[in-house]
T-cell receptor, first 114, second 112 residues
C-alpha cells in the first residue's frame, strides 16, 4: 500500500535552468496538492489539482511556476528559470475526497538552486 | 490568508513527561484543525484532526480546541524518544475544505 511518492528527492539546478518535480498520489486518490516549505517557514499552499483540472492556484507565484495533473501519469510542478529564492522543500499531498482532514503527504523534493 | 501561530520551541522533555503543544488561530470559520508530525528531512505525517467543536483522543495523543480563546492544543502522554520530531498544526483556511494553513512548527526532543 504505497503512500504518496515524489521524485526526485533531491534536485540541484543552476540559476536559469528548469526544475520538474513529480508526484504520484496514493492509489485511488485523484486530488493532489502542492505545498512549499521555505527555510524557517511553515508549509505554504501552492496549488490544488484534480485529474486534468487546476482547481485553485492561488498560492502559485504568478510567473515561472506551473502545475499539471494529466489523465495518465504523475502530477508535475514545473519551475522555469529558477532563482536562488526557489530553493526550498516542495511537498505533494493527495486525498481521496478532497477534504482538508485527509491529506497525506509525500517525502518531498528538496530543490537547491546554485 | 489568515495565520496560524504556533509556539516555536524548541521543547525538550524527559521520557515519560506530558507534553503540551499549542497553536492559536485567527480565522473563526475553520471547520477542521489538524496536527502533523514531521521527522527531520521527511514529509509531514497526519497524526489526528479535530472538528471545530470538539476534542479527540487517540492513544497517547489528545487534541483539544478552546474556541473562546482560539487555542488549539495537542497533549502527548508518556512521551517517548520516538516522539522527537517537529509538530505542525494546520487549519483548513476558514473552511476552504482543502487548503491547509500551517503553523511554523514546534521542535520537540524527548530525552531518554
Amino acid at each position: 500500500n504505497a503512500g504518496v511518492m515524489q521524485n526526485p528527492r533531491h534536485l540541484v539546478r543552476r540559476r536559469g535552468q528548469e526544475a520538474r518535480l513529480r508526484c504520484s498520489p496514493m492509489k485511488g486518490h485523484s486530488h493532489v496538492y502542492w505545498y512549499r516549505q521555505l527555510p524557517e517557514e511553515g508549509l505554504k499552499f501552492m496549488v490544488y489539482l484534480q485529474k486534468e483540472n487546476i482547481i485553485d492556484e492561488s498560492g502559485m507565484p504568478k510567473e515561472r511556476f506551473s502545475a499539471e495533473f494529466p489523465k495518465e501519469g504523475p502530477s508535475i510542478l514545473r519551475i522555469q528559470q529558477v532563482v536562488r529564492g526557489d530553493s526550498a522543500a516542495y511537498f505533494c499531498a493527495s486525498s481521496l475526497n478532497g477534504q482538508a482532514n485527509e491529506q497525506f503527504f509525500g517525502p518531498g523534493t528538496r530543490l537547491t538552486v546554485l | 490568508q489568515k495565520e496560524v501561530e504556533q509556539d516555536p520551541g524548541p521543547l525538550s522533555v524527559p521520557e515519560g513527561a506530558i507534553v503540551s503543544l499549542n497553536c492559536t488561530y485567527s480565522n473563526s470559520a475553520f471547520q477542521y484543525f489538524m496536527w502533523y508530525r514531521q521527522y527531520s528531512r521527511k514529509g509531514p505525517e497526519l497524526l489526528m484532526y479535530t472538528y471545530s467543536s470538539g476534542n479527540k483522543e487517540d492513544g497517547r495523543f489528545t487534541a483539544q480546541v478552546d474556541k473562546s480563546s482560539k487555542y488549539i492544543s495537542l497533549f502527548i502522554r508518556d512521551s517517548q524518544p520516538s516522539d522527537s520530531a517537529t509538530y505542525l498544526c494546520a487549519d483548513d483556511s476558514g473552511g476552504s475544505n482543502y487548503k491547509l494553513t500551517f503553523g511554523k512548527g514546534t521542535l520537540l526532543t524527548v530525552n531518554p
